[in-house]
């Protein structure tokens, strides 16, 4: 069979003008391109999104370009006294999405307390801000700030879009997963259960935030041992992450994880490792080494390996997780706290 035939999808050159890469999340033909073109075209396409995410597949490069690109946007715009909230919304998201959440927050705030100001606390564009603030606060761990924006910014949806609009819903399961992450299942599965629901109904099944909501209620069915009902909405999830988003996808890593440790509690190791191996790889490559996405996969494949008996294989990991997790998140986030028990057993282990 002939070799398939290789080109850059900007230029229609082939490598021999330049190693062809897979920048984003596009399929087939369009897949490749050389890095220098695609850099040409994000800093000269008149698409203002071409600075962070691909106009075809809509998934974002999450690179250091994408930060330069997005700042000098904000400069410029405050120069000009020009409105900068969607700006800033849009790079705070941006650092977010690259684990930079410290810079992030500050964002977040000026956009938030802008669209305060000018728009008012029940505007859409108001409670996204707050709903996007909340978000953050909760995945830096700071649930007493985190909860009263994203329950004010669920009350707002309510009363402005109504209990079934795609917004609504977000703020519902947000909600529901914040109660999760402070231990209160009662008070989250219900929630977990109504977004779910309700966005297979307006959504459908295939949608990423239907998705989302899928595998959000299968890790609190693990959480409470109820591993059978956790399983087959993990795998759906996986199956349909992949099909949709591809392989490479933040979602899609965070699935593959989520299966993979539902499987390792469950003892079936030989199953769990090359998906927490295949978790960790593709992090490394899309989201850097130091990304909590990344730091996360370092843990598990560390405790699996724990599990298995591979001591020093698992250590090297689990000292390489609690390192970043402490320089990113500092030494209170939970995912910190969790590196920290999980190196110890280990160390209790082989002393």
């Not at 000018?118 to 953050?136: C, D, E, P, V, W």
């Not at 759906?236 to 699935?255: D, K, Q, Y």
């Amino acid at each position: 069979m002939e070799a398939e035939e290789k080109w850059c999808r900007l230029c229609l050159g082939d490598d021999n003008d330049g190693p062809l890469v897979q920048p984003c999340a596009c399929r087939g033909s369009a897949k490749l391109a050389h890095s220098h073109c695609v850099e040409r075209w994000r800093r000269t396409s008149p698409n203002e999104e071409a600075a962070y995410r691909c106009g075809q597949c809509k998934d974002a490069y999450r690179d250091a370009l994408s930060l330069e690109l997005l700042s000098a946007r904000l400069q410029t715009k405050r120069s000009n006294g020009e409105d900068t909230t969607f700006t800033l919304q849009t790079l705070a998201s941006e650092l977010q999405a690259q684990g930079k959440y410290d810079a992030a927050v500050p964002l977040f705030r000026e956009a938030l307390e802008g669209r305060r100001s000018a728009l008012g606390a029940r505007h859409r564009k108001t409670l996204i801000s707050m709903n996007s603030l909340g978000l953050l606060l909760r995945v830096k761990g700071d649930l007493t700030a985190s909860e009263p924006l994203l329950r004010e910014a669920l009350e707002g949806r309510r009363e402005t879009l109504g209990s079934r609009h795609p917004h609504t819903l977000g703020s519902i399961h947000n909600l529901g997963l914040l109660l999760k992450i402070k231990g209160d299942l009662t008070a989250a599965e219900p929630l977990l259960r109504q977004t779910l629901e309700e966005q297979r109904k307006t959504l459908g099944s295939r949608h990423k935030h239907t998705l989302g909501s899928m595998n959000s209620l299968g890790m609190l069915l693990k959480a409470k041992g109820d591993f059978a009902a956790s399983e087959p909405l993990l795998r759906e999830a996986l199956e349909l992450l992949r099909e949709t988003l591809g392989n490479r996808h933040p979602f899609t890593l965070g699935s593959v994880n989520n299966l993979g440790t539902l499987l390792q509690v469950k003892g079936d190791l030989a199953a769990a490792e090359p998906l927490l191996r295949e978790a960790l790889e593709v992090s490394r490559e899309t989201l850097g080494n130091r990304h909590p996405g990344t730091l996360g996969a370092v843990n598990n494949l560390g405790a699996l390996l724990h599990s298995k008996g591979n001591l020093a294989a698992a250590e090297s990991l689990l000292r390489e997780a609690l390192e970043g997790s402490r320089e990113t998140l500092g030494s209170r986030h939970p995912h910190t706290l969790g590196a920290i028990s999980n190196l110890g057993r280990l160390l209790k282990k082989t002393s």
